[in-house]
């Protein structure tokens, strides 16, 4: 259940709370993958990205893997496996000192050490036979991590790395069933599991807190990178990559495979097409000049025999880094490694993967792309231009890049930034495209630019971006703002702040930027040098001599600049498909009856593979942990609740490294319906429009040098069994212990002295958020048609689609009108908006630090609360509304479809029992994941169980099919009514399932979840009683629920975000399923 509320907060959190809290050091601290030049990951993340997708950081994320069937015995398929079979020493003779086993076991020390910043040891490693780099860091950390980058340049955009990299995972030597990949995510307590490919490196990293579970894992990825079947294997190259599929001979033949369709939807994206666009020309000599993820269009052109050679070269220890993190035995790390890497020899791989540097142009130069745009959309203001320089000929220093990433905040980090103000106040454009400072390639660049703009503004663009950075260097910065972008900085480098990813996966990837390319791999780990003498530098010689030099050199002086205009093209779409379509019918009329009657034959010896399940005895070769391995009690959450001056407080008492984490609730329920849609504006309002005394990039930077972050969002979610919702408004913060007054006197002045005046600035939230809307419909359509599907069946989700779904865009676009005309009566809808929240009889304040600090802030907040107006208890609004439960297709211009089904199961008499969370897990991880995905070709398909309003839906994710899905979600009662499983795969649904409910936190993301949990009524004894029935959950569990999701089957609503064409069709075979609803 704790899953199921952090889901929902987020949902309708994530676009202000990540902006603050990780966005504005994601350059300096690099806990993610880059954000402009994603990696292509493994696997949809989880529930979060299910609901949300709005996750900055995360969504890019996919998944994927590939079975394979075994026809002959793996040995005696794969010469290389043969030959290297593994020595099962258990335990050879390898006692002694660290370095006395290192040598044994065939390990060369090259350097040893402490990185106080993380208080680790941290040891470099060299495989001596081999040449394999092995990195060894420990410390008291629990959340173990491993993982192993290979070096993977692409030649061609035929996707070869990323197609690779889903193709690993689906069956090895020792684990030679399907895809070994979601047997882990079904049955492991892993608190990461995923693999990512970059324009130049393939990454496959796990974690887990348990140390068993963490070497099952760690074994199972490096039998899966050195020995995957799929070498071997035509048919998992072609689930994963591409094929040409007929069902009948007399029927079209068309193109299918994961990683096609997942390009397809990132080629169906205007930002992506642009980024690749930029990438591609500011890099035209080397590896980075081709797309890794591979083109759509050039997939279908790559050969087995390429994809096998590519593996051959460069998965080999030689052209390999490993990475080791955590509390574990750090003898039992190399003792694990040296069983694989000993059975190679040292090869050239890692010479022959090595990255050219790109040289310099002498001129800038400019390349106009088209993107897929709907024909109903007003074209005129849909262009977009981004300006895109390569900073240097080779990779820079830490300190400069250090630097870099200082001045990267400064002019764009943070609202108030003066590079972003000025370009959004310009009235230009609607949304910043760009990334700002890039550098986690092998040389760094630089990329701003805007979107929503109109064809006859493009130049003005141009100039002013050039014009402000010349400004920026004449004039230097505001010493106020300098000042707020090194606390900033400071704070979320101490706070170490990864949210939900592991510690020691943000220290291997910003590690991993340097050693990747031969430098030192210690060296990013240690800011705390360079960051103090950036600081005495910058005290000594003022900002302007610190960073204007660089904007004049980088930047200003820089020939190789790359502009990028993007026109919006209603014809493109239609046309990518017609040529999709002439070369299958191309290819169909150059084949035989033989070769068509052969290539059904194919066809459906495929999916006949692909659907037949792994025999027992193959699933058991994953090592699994045991129930006994599991605790019997919830994580256990510190949770005092008292009064302060009679307003209820939460205080949970956790080590938070001098941290002060704190959020205060108020309850929405006495606002009126027709001010919901205004919420999230004015909740952007407190923290962007400033107050009488300070305008808000004043405010802004009193925020930076005084906090860690103050966030403010809307949270709603149905309380089971109640009709009313649960609904708040969330304002979250974070600083030093010594600042909790500040902090508290920050949030009191958002609250209160902020100012609903800026029309100006209001105008541009608006033309923000529409943009980002417009953004999410096309990149997570899944996310909106789950909103759709949610405000069709309750009240909750009909609240949450007025603040982020169709209907929230629907009203953007006519607010925007509205401005102009009606601001006066605006301006007093937000005043009103204020007035209903802020009272102290509805306020809730949680906080979470150590005991000391905690007993320290209550002065602070008894302050806070004084100044909180009393109201008498008002009437509660009853928010009534529903939309209307049809079917609903959402027309986009896209290449891949997005499917969903959902009902609420409550109604049909089903009454919640933890085996639910099981269950609905099992259908995500087996039924629709073979089914949706591995012979359908979607990129990802799962189903969701919201707990507290008992709505179960279905959805799917860059999908080639629409019926068809919705064919396979009305087979789920029928799937699990024949369902046979033996006790091993029922402990492993039942493990993972609790791997989910104890997923790893931080202290902050413990004692919010315990807030959620209050806010919800879900109680301690519930979470018990919820955990001891996941525990006990039997087949017959599975055959009962059947009976309760037979509902979504008959009497669910569908809604599609789809594309025009599929729909058509989809309402010529079922005349009016879908209302059709037409919004780019
Ligand atoms: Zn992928």
């Known amino acids: 259940m704790e899953r199921a509320v952090l889901v929902r907060s987020l949902s309708c959190s994530s676009v202000s709370f990540n902006r603050l809290f990780f966005r504005s050091y994601h350059r300096l601290a690099r806990s993610y993958p880059s954000s402009r030049l994603p990696p292509h990951n493994k696997r949809l993340v989880s529930n979060i990205n299910r609901r949300s997708a709005l996750r900055h950081h995360w969504r890019r994320i996919s998944s994927s893997p590939s079975p394979l069937y075994l026809k002959r015995c793996f040995s005696s398929l794969s010469p290389r496996a043969v030959a290297t079979s593994p020595k099962h020493f258990s335990s050879p003779d390898v006692g002694g000192s660290q370095d006395e086993v290192a040598e044994k076991l065939g390990f060369e020390k090259i350097s040893e050490q402490m990185i106080e910043e993380c208080k680790s040891k941290a040891v470099l490693y060299k495989h001596k036979k081999t040449g394999a780099q092995v990195m060894s860091v420990s410390n008291s950390d629990e959340n173990k991590v491993f993982g192993i980058v290979f070096r993977t340049p692409p030649k061609d955009s035929t996707g070869i790395p990323h197609i690779l990299e889903h193709s690993v995972l689906c069956g090895s030597r020792k684990y030679p069933l399907k895809e070994p990949f979601v047997e882990l995510l079904k049955g492991s307590l892993n608190t990461f599991l995923n693999a990512f490919t970059y324009p130049d490196r393939t990454c496959y990293p796990v974690a887990s807190t348990n140390t068993k579970d963490f070497y099952n894992l760690v074994d199972v990825y490096l039998d899966a990178v050195f020995f995957p079947k799929c070498v071997e294997d035509l048919q998992t190259f072609q689930q994963e990559g591409w094929h040409y599929e007929l069902d009948n001979p007399s029927e079209d033949i068309s193109f299918k495979g994961v990683v096609f369709n997942e390009m397809k939807g990132v080629y169906s994206q205007p930002d992506n097409i642009l980024g690749r666009m930029a990438q591609q020309a500011m890099f035209p000599d080397n590896t980075y000049g081709v797309d890794s993820g591979g083109d759509p269009k050039v997939i279908p052109k790559l050969t087995f025999e390429e994809f096998k050679d590519f593996h051959r070269k460069y998965y080999h220890p030689s052209n390999a880094r490993i990475w080791f993190y955590g509390d574990d035995d750090t003898n039992e790390r190399l003792h694990i490694l040296s069983e694989y890497l000993d059975s190679f020899d040292v090869s050239v791989a890692s010479e022959e993967s090595k990255v050219k540097p790109q040289k310099l142009f002498s001129e800038p130069i400019r390349i106009v792309e088209k993107y897929p745009a709907g024909d109903g959309s007003d074209l005129k203001k849909k262009h977009m231009v981004c300006l895109n320089w390569l900073l240097s000929d080779n990779p820079l220093d830490l300190e400069t890049e250090l630097t870099l990433g200082f001045l990267d905040h400064l002019m764009l980090g943070t609202p108030a930034a003066p590079l972003r103000r000025i370009l959004l106040e310009s009235g230009l454009g609607d949304a910043i495209v760009g990334g700002g400072v890039e550098d986690e390639l092998l040389q760094p660049q630089f990329s701003i630019g805007l979107k929503g703009v109109s064809e006859e503004d493009i ?116 046309q990518d498909e017609a040529a999709e379509r002439e070369i299958l019918e191309k290819v169909k009329s150059s084949m035989t009856d033989e070769d068509l009657a052969e290539l059904t034959r194919a066809t459906q010896e495929l999916r006949l593979k692909q659907e037949t399940p792994d025999p027992p005895e193959v699933l058991r070769s994953v090592p699994s942990l045991s129930l006994l391995d599991i605790p019997k009690k919830p994580i256990h959450v510190p949770t005092k609740i008292g009064e302060i001056g009679g307003v209820k407080v939460l205080q949970h008492d956790l080590f938070t490294n001098d941290v002060l984490y704190t959020e205060v609730v108020f309850n929405m329920s006495s606002l009126k319906q027709e001010l919901l849609p205004l919420v999230p504006l004015f909740c952007q309002s407190l923290l962007e429009m400033g107050t009488k005394d300070m305008d808000f990039v004043q405010l802004n930077q009193l925020i930076g040098r005084k906090t860690g972050g103050i966030s403010v969002y809307p949270f709603t979610s149905s309380k089971r069994g109640r009709e009313d919702p649960c609904g708040h408004i969330i304002v979250r913060g974070k600083a030093m212990a010594g600042r909790a007054e500040d902090l508290f006197n920050l949030v009191n002045c958002i609250l209160q002295d902020v100012q609903f005046t800026d029309q100006q600035r209001f105008n541009q939230f608006v033309s923000q958020s529409k943009a980002r809307m417009e953004n999410r419909l096309r990149g997570s359509g899944h996310g909106i048609a789950a909103a759709r599907m949610d405000a069709k069946l309750n009240v909750a989700g009909w609240i949450a689609e007025q603040m982020g779904g169709i209907s929230y865009l629907e009203f953007l676009r006519d607010l925007e009108e509205k401005v102009d005309q009606d601001w006066d009566g605006i301006s007093s809808s937000l005043e009103e908006i204020r007035k209903s929240l802020l009272s102290r009889q509805d306020c809730l304040v949680n906080m979470t630090a150590d005991g000391k600090t905690l007993t320290d802030s209550e002065k602070f907040v008894s302050k806070f609360l004084d100044l909180l107006p ?161 525990l006990s959950t039997s087949l017959n569990d599975f055959k009962e629920f059947a009976d309760a999701i037979e509902a979504v089957k008959e009497k669910g609503v569908v809604v599609a975000v789809a594309s025009p064409d599929d729909v058509a069709s989809a309402n010529e075979d079922r005349p009016n399923f879908f209302e059709v609803k037409k919004v780019l």
């Not at 994941?929 to 008992?950: E, I, K, N, P, Q």
């Open 459 to 574: 130049q003005k663009v141009e100039e002013l971006v050039m014009n402000t950075l010349k400004k920026l260097a004449d004039e230097g910065f505001d010493p106020e703002a300098v000042e707020a972008s090194m606390n900033t900085i400071e704070f979320s480098l101490r706070e170490n702040n990864t949210g939900s990813f592991p510690r020691g996966l943000s220290l291997m990837l910003r590690s991993m930027g340097k050693w990747i390319y031969d430098m030192d791999p210690f060296e990013p780990l240690k800011y705390e040098k360079p960051l103090q003498s950036l600081k005495a530098k910058i005290a000594e010689e003022g900002s302007k001599a610190v960073f204007s030099p660089l904007i004049e050199k980088f930047i200003l002086n820089n020939p190789h600049r790359v502009t990028v205009e993007m026109q919006p093209d209603p014809e493109k779409a239609s």
């Open 870 to 1030: 009393s109201k008498q208890p008002r009437e509660t609004n009853l928010w009534g509304a529903r939309l209307s439960p049809v079917n609903e297709a959402i027309l986009v211009p896209t290449q891949v479809n997005y499917v969903g089904k959902a009902a609420n199961i409550y109604e049909t008499g089903y009454q919640l029992n933890g085996s639910a969370y099981v269950i609905s897990k099992y259908i995500s991880n087996t039924w629709l994941w073979d089914r949706v995905r591995v012979s359908g070709g979607a990129y990802g398909g799962f189903c969701d169980f919201d707990t507290h309003s008992g709505v179960f839906s279905y959805l799917s994710y860059r999908d080639p099919n629409l019926l068809k899905t919705l064919d396979v979600y009305d087979g789920t009662a029928g799937f699990l009514r024949e369902l046979e499983m033996d006790d091993d795969t029922l402990t492993k649904a039942i493990i993972g399932t609790i791997g989910d409910v104890d997923s790893y936190q931080l202290p902050d993301a413990k004692g919010y979840s315990s807030l959620l949990r209050h806010l919800l009524g879900v109680t301690e004894e519930e979470r018990q009683k919820r955990r001891e029935e996941i």
